[in-house]
């Protein structure tokens, strides 16, 4: 089953404009990662945050974990039309041995 | 991060019949994994791949469906057995270094079943 949910399910924005998504969970985790997917294509890593961390940063990407809501969300800043994308939240929870447990996704379109 | 392949990359198949997919990384990696995607959907774990030893499989899936061999570090397979149309999806293979880091995705094969 689903350990995260993601909200918005889909996000429509212009280009240059800010996007933010949002993701729970429902247990204890190491850490949180976010995935992007193209079209049904491969899944590339964005960035991962650990338990013990609040905030962190990558480029244009904003990453914060809030552990006692069971929340984290990601910010694009700028974004551009090569965003478009769906985003994933993946959990790693406490204790399973590593596997990843994957939010719904948002489907983020940019328009140029 | 790991270069990992997957073959085929996307194949028919009639239902009854039985695919292999393979998964290869050029390094040594500790955790490996196999996820599926139905379509318009998110991705759900099927198991994890253990080295020397029987896959650990999620609730819903199971060994006589979905066998795992994983007979080294940088290699494994997943057989899709007497395949049904419910089971046309993206295959997708994963590693990790351990549990506390990134764990990396192939490009996936698109299993189509008629």
């Known amino acids: 089953s689903q350990q995260g949910e993601e909200d918005p399910q889909a996000l429509s924005i212009q280009e240059g404009e800010n996007a933010t998504m949002n993701c729970s969970y429902k247990?204890?985790?190491?850490?949180l990662q976010w995935y992007r997917q193209n079209s049904g294509r491969g899944l590339v890593h964005l960035i991962l945050?650990?338990?013990?961390?609040r905030e962190k940063h990558s480029g244009r990407l904003r990453v914060t974990l809030d552990t006692s809501k069971k929340s984290s969300s990601l910010l694009i800043t700028a974004s551009r039309a090569a965003d478009t994308a769906s985003y994933f939240c993946?959990?790693?929870?406490?204790?399973?041995?590593?596997?990843?447990?994957f939010g719904q996704g948002t489907e983020l379109s940019v328009k140029p | 991060s790991a270069v990992i392949s997957q073959k085929p990359s996307r194949d028919i198949c009639q239902r009854g019949t039985s695919l292999t997919i393979q998964c290869q990384v050029d390094?040594?990696?500790?955790?490996m994994f196999w996820y599926r995607q139905q379509p318009g959907q998110s991705l759900t774990l099927i198991a994890t791949?253990?080295?020397?030893?029987?896959?650990?499989?999620e609730s819903g899936f199971v060994i006589d469906k979905f066998p795992i061999s994983r007979p080294n570090l940088t290699f494994s397979t997943l057989t899709v057995s007497n395949m049904s149309p419910e089971d046309s999806s993206i295959y997708l293979c994963?590693?990790?270094?351990?549990?506390?880091?990134?764990?990396?995705f192939g490009p996936g094969t698109r299993l189509t079943v008629l």
């Open positions: 945050i650990r338990s013990n961390e």
């Open positions: 791949a253990n080295q020397g030893s029987e896959a650990t499989y």
């Open positions: 247990t204890s985790i190491n850490n």
């Open positions: 994963s590693v990790g270094r351990d549990r506390y880091n990134e764990q990396f």
């Open positions: 390094s040594q990696v500790t955790m």
């Open positions: 993946a959990t790693a929870p406490y204790n399973q041995g590593g596997k990843l447990i």
